[in-house]
């Protein structure tokens, strides 16, 4: 079994830890994401280690993911395990006092992306067979009803629902897929959502203990890497420290 990793949003968090993580245990990297720059570096860093091919990749155009997928030099073309990562939030506020761009947004990339570059790669996926992975970066916001979650949490639900439905149309192929879906975990991700909001983001992970980027990337690498008849279907992680709240009422 060849092991080349497709990474989507692997330039920052989860992403670009998931590039260190596979690339310690000597996988070759495929690694895209819209800013180049981070690329580079990311290859720079890395390719002393491990094969290392990057591609400037917006996953909300179809055609972009097609063209680099099927660009892919001959060495990492047989692609054994996708980690469709990248994703965002937007607008915290209230569904209310959202632009509906924001909302477009989120769904471009975490539901039209994920789907684009799950289509463009599964005939590959499909060719390797037993062993090979689709790893799709879900969230608790699919599951965890909150204030400003409106449809972030909406679209990892769609992620968590289609990987639960791609499993049944892969059933006898040997290619797995898992939803991952981590809790509180620090990388930029609030930075984004909130549009830059330094305040925020050190009061949101201060003074608890967050998940880090590495935390999830290790649960990737192990999903990724169990004996090819096992299929973790769905994992929930969240750092000790998180747990549920309750139900809001409004009083008179
Ligand atoms: N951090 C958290 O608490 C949690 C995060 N998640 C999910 O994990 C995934 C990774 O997030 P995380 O690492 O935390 O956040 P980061 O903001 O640190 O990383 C997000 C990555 O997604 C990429 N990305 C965003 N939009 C696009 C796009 N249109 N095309 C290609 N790449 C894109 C970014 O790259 P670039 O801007 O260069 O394109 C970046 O590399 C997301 O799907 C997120 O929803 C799930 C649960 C918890
Ligand atoms: O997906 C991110 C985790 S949370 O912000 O919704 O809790």
């Avoid at 819209?34 to 990749?57: C, G, M, N, S, Y």
């Avoid at 030099?73 to 692609?79: C, G, I, S, T």
């Avoid at 062993?131 to 699919?142: D, M």
């Amino acid at each position: 079994m060849n092991r080349i990793v497709f990474i989507t949003g692997a330039t920052s968090g989860f992403g670009r830890a998931c590039a260190w993580r596979f690339a310690e245990a000597g996988w070759s990297l495929v690694l895209t994401g819209r800013r180049e720059e981070r690329l580079t570096e990311l290859q720079a860093q890395l390719k002393d280690k491990v094969p290392v091919h990057t591609a400037v990749l917006d996953v909300r155009d179809s055609q972009a993911v097609k063209q680099v997928v099927g660009a892919l030099p001959e060495a990492f073309r047989d692609v054994t395990c996708l980690v469709n990562n990248a994703g965002l939030a937007l607008a915290p506020q209230p569904a209310q006092a959202v632009d509906l761009d924001d909302w477009q947004t989120m769904i471009d990339t975490n539901v039209s992306g994920l789907v684009n570059v799950t289509h463009a790669l599964l005939p590959t996926l499909i060719g390797q067979g037993a062993g090979a992975s689709i790893i799709n970066l879900g969230s608790v916001a699919a599951d965890t009803p909150y204030p400003g979650n409106h449809v972030y949490g909406a679209t990892k639900a769609f992620v968590r629902q289609f990987s639960y439905n791609l499993r049944c149309d892969l059933l006898g192929t040997g290619v797995r897929v898992t939803d991952i879906a981590p809790g509180l975990a620090e990388t930029e991700f609030t930075l984004v959502r909130t549009g830059g909001d330094r305040a925020t983001h050190d009061k949101l992970y201060g003074s608890t203990t967050p998940l880090t980027a590495e935390d999830i990337a290790e649960q990737i690498f192990h999903v990724a890497t169990l004996p090819a008849h096992v299929n973790i279907n769905r994992l929930e992680v969240m750092p000790v420290r998180q747990a549920w709240g309750g139900f809001a009422i409004d009083r008179d």
